[in-house]
């Protein structure tokens, strides 16, 4: 079986496809919104009454687990709200400062390969380093982005972004979360994707005071590169509203 580096990364749609929607919430958005947002248009792509849609947004703290969560590696259990979630995975954390980027696309269009699509998504988040001078790299023997970090160490690496999804007849929903300036304590709740070796890290860690604009301009280039067309629609307008309002 190929690796996920030899597998084919082009997702283009097929021609005449609708360029894919992407929006971008300011605000933080409730985690239980963006899950049945997520669900309801997951629904109708699949049933082909809506396009396409990439959602890019922050959540309020929390953590969710994963189909392959571990009860052990969540340590603190009554420090942020825990999710129950369908994607991949173990237990992730997602609170302000990090993006998330929901991506609902329909595989019919494009490649009915799993594997190939999390290579895909994979190869988005290492471009999109590496237009800030950051190495990302892969590991077969687990999934997301790493950084190494000789200056903590020999062998030392540290993980920058993640991967979790799921698919509804063969739409894709969940996705990715890319940090640029969490508070990584806030990591040290849970073993992150069950992974205990190595740490977490951000832009902002890696020295680069990157604001969320900036990185999202370059996650969209690069989106665009691998998955084909965006056409921006504004927020999802489903963000939290201040206490008092």
């Known amino acids: 079986m190929a690796d996920r580096q030899t597998l084919k990364t082009d997702f283009f749609p097929l021609e005449g496809s609708p360029p894919v929607e992407w929006v971008i919430d300011d605000e933080l958005i409730p985690y239980e919104i963006a899950q049945k947002e997520m669900e309801e248009r997951v629904a109708a792509i699949a049933a082909g009454e809506a396009n396409e849609r990439v959602w890019l947004l922050e959540h309020p703290p929390l ?9 052990v590696d969540l340590i603190a259990k009554d420090r942020f709200p825990v999710y129950e979630t369908g994607r991949g995975g173990q237990y992730t954390y997602h609170g302000p400062g990090q993006r998330v980027a929901y ?49 903590k160490g020999k062998d030392v690496e540290d993980k920058i972004a993640a991967i979790g999804i799921r698919l509804r007849k063969w739409v894709t929903f969940h996705g990715i979360s890319l940090n640029v300036d969490p508070d990584l304590e ?11 070796k190595h740490g977490v890290t951000s832009f902002v860690d890696l020295g680069l005071p990157l604001t969320m604009p900036e990185v999202d301009i370059i996650l969209r280039e690069q989106f665009e590169e691998i998955f084909g067309p965006t056409h921006s629609i504004g927020p999802s307008g489903l963000a939290q509203k201040p206490e008092g309002e």
């Open 63 to 71: 953590y969710t687990a994963g189909t392959s969560a571990d009860p």
């Open 103 to 151: 991506v609902m696309l329909d595989l019919k269009r494009r490649q009915q390969d799993v594997r190939a699509f999390v290579a895909a998504l994979e190869k988005w988040l290492i471009d999109t380093l590496w237009q800030h001078h950051v190495r990302g790299e892969r590991r077969e023997d687990r999934v997301g982005v790493w950084v190494q970090r000789p200056e």
């Open 186 to 196: 806030h990591f040290t709740g849970i073993v992150p994707c069950g992974v205990q």
